[in-house]
């Protein structure tokens, strides 16, 4: 049973749990982005059950008609076993969600998995033009490379500020350094790009220059935030914003719950809070 702190960050065990939440956030004028939690399989089983999951989640929002996506990670679809696996399992999801008019993203992890995430959304992208995305986070220095070899791959992109330990070699270790970069990538967006994106950040600062831009250049822009953070400032940019939250569901929420607290202690204090009600 998930304790009442961590069912804050959570929608529950089940796939009907992150169903019954999209529900919920859609009358609040709210998107879903729902993700089964798992990663990391060095077993091929595993990797091709939780892709059967996902194929099943992507059927059940299709039937229900909710404004809903999946997000997936390359090492819970296979990656650690082959970036083959990765790639066969990635190409099955994303030509289910074509079918359904769907949309699926894929996380980014580990730095050392970059490449190869970027390589297998490049070949899914040109099977499903515009019906993928990938996350891409500032604290590694290499993004803006990054950025400018996706800018002609048929994909949408997610902006982040990473949330991986990564060394000093390959990535920006202080926070004011990070959202530094953020800004910078922010700019090349909205100015270089000739589509739209998504940004994930409860950061308000970054969230106010967005809608800056967004205002100024006109570029459709996504705000994406964590379920369970900045809830009520979620609803309220949905007014006038498009608005997703990041829905985690499964059984192996106790790995995700610990991580957020890692990233940022405030995390928990937005939950006490909830549940004090104060």
């Not at 194929?55 to 083959?84: M, Y």
């Not at 967004?214 to 822009?221: D, F, K, L, S, Y």
Request: glycine share 6%; charged share 30%; proline share 4%.
């Amino acid at each position: 049973m998930i304790p009442p702190i961590a069912r804050r960050f959570v929608a529950g065990e089940s796939a009907e749990a992150a169903l019954a939440r999209a529900a919920e956030l859609n009358e609040r004028d709210v998107g879903a982005i729902c993700n089964l939690l798992g990663e990391h399989y060095d077993d091929r089983e595993p990797a091709d059950r939780d892709t059967a999951n996902y194929l099943d989640l992507l059927a059940a929002i299709d039937e229900r008609g909710l404004r809903a996506r999946i997000s997936v990670k390359p090492t819970q679809l296979g990656l650690g076993v082959d970036a083959a696996v990765f790639r066969e399992n990635l190409e099955r999801i994303v030509e289910e969600a074509a079918a359904q008019d769907g949309f699926v993203w894929v996380d980014m992890e580990d730095y050392d998995t970059t490449d190869a995430t970027l390589d297998t959304v490049e070949h899914a992208a040109s099977i499903t033009p515009h019906g993928v995305g990938v996350c891409v986070q500032a604290n590694l220095k290499r993004t803006g490379e990054d950025l400018r070899r996706l800018a002609d791959v048929p994909a949408t992109v997610r902006l982040v500020k990473g949330a991986y330990d990564e060394p000093a070699a390959v990535a920006y270790r202080s926070r004011e350094r990070v959202t530094e970069a953020f800004e910078t990538h922010l700019e090349y967006l909205f100015t270089e790009w000739d589509r739209g994106f998504a940004i994930g950040t409860h950061d308000p600062r970054l969230v106010d220059r967005a809608i800056a831009l967004h205002r100024e250049h006109g570029t459709p822009v996504e705000i994406q935030m964590l379920m369970g953070v900045r809830e009520e400032t979620q609803y309220e940019l949905a007014e006038t914003l498009d608005v997703w939250q990041y829905v985690p569901y499964g059984d192996r929420w106790a790995s995700y719950f610990y991580r957020r607290v890692r990233e940022r202690k405030e995390n928990v204090l937005f939950a006490l809070r909830a549940i004090l009600g104060r």
